[in-house]
């Protein structure tokens, strides 16, 4: 059966239920009207933008958009295409690689506390902080007495933002093994894309499984209710895009922001202006 537009939209992970990270997972049930879909996300990247300026004007909250997702799931496409509906001047984008030397003297959450965006601003992280328990954990770079511990100390910080005015949203990406395979095979064949190719990602892809059980403890441990995982069905963009632009919508409508009034001293101050 096709999928009605208006009926496509992300729920919060559950944890009490089985999370699927299977292939069906990355995908629609269904089909979907192309044109429909490519017009409703449109009027919502018109939302956004309009959200976005009370929001700025506003200042009593920050909106961090946390993104994970296996290589070549679209994380860079979702800032290009949804943060891309923004002003950038009320825009933060930090991304995350390989912790420097002087990254790795310190705690894992430093790097990242100091580009959480501050109050009126809507901040991306293209990978973050679940990377110690995700990369690091397959990777073994790290004992699992220590990884195991971030999952509280993540959940903690988050909290502490939270309570801090910033509004925490987080999606993982989903593709299936065989949509990344197309993707990377693209970036093999496109010198547009050869830059993108890096050998961890290979190194990544034979590691799947393992991914795929960090992933599933990832979301299970660190779904709350301050700071909700989705899993975004990734393997077609536009579906990818439009869930997501779906989700900042309702959660920038839920701030009520509002423009702030001019101050009774500065309007008095301005009359006679002409
Ligand atoms: P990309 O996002 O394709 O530019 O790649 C960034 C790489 O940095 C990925 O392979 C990540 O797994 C890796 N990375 C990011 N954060 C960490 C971390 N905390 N520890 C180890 N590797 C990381
Ligand atoms: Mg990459």
Known sequence: MANGVSSLHLTPVDVSDKIKLGSKAARLDGPVDKTALEAATGALLARLSELQAAFHADGRHALLLVLQGRDASGKDGVIKTVYGAFNPTGVQVAAFGPPTPLELRHDF???????????????????????????????????????????DHINTFERMLTDNGVIIRKCMLHVSREEQHDRLKARLDDPT?????????????????????????????????????????????????????????????????????????????AMGFA
């Open 109 to 151: 959450l430093w790097r990242v506390h100091q580009v959480v965006p501050p109050l009126g601003m809507v901040g991306v992280f293209n990978r973050s902080h679940y990377e110690d328990v995700l990369a690091v954990r397959v990777r073994e770079l790290a004992p699992e007495t220590v990884w195991r511990a971030r999952y």
């Open 193 to 269: 894309k050869n830059w993108k190719f890096r050998l961890d990602d290979l190194k990544d892809r034979d590691r799947w499984d393992a991914y795929t059980d960090a992933y599933r403890e990832m979301l299970e441990r660190c779904s709350t209710p301050w700071a909700p995982w989705y899993v975004v069905p990734s393997d077609d963009k536009a579906v990818r895009n439009h869930l997501i632009a779906r989700m900042l919508v309702e959660t920038l409508e839920s701030t009520k922001s509002t423009f702030p009034p001019m101050d009774d001293a500065v309007r008095a101050a």
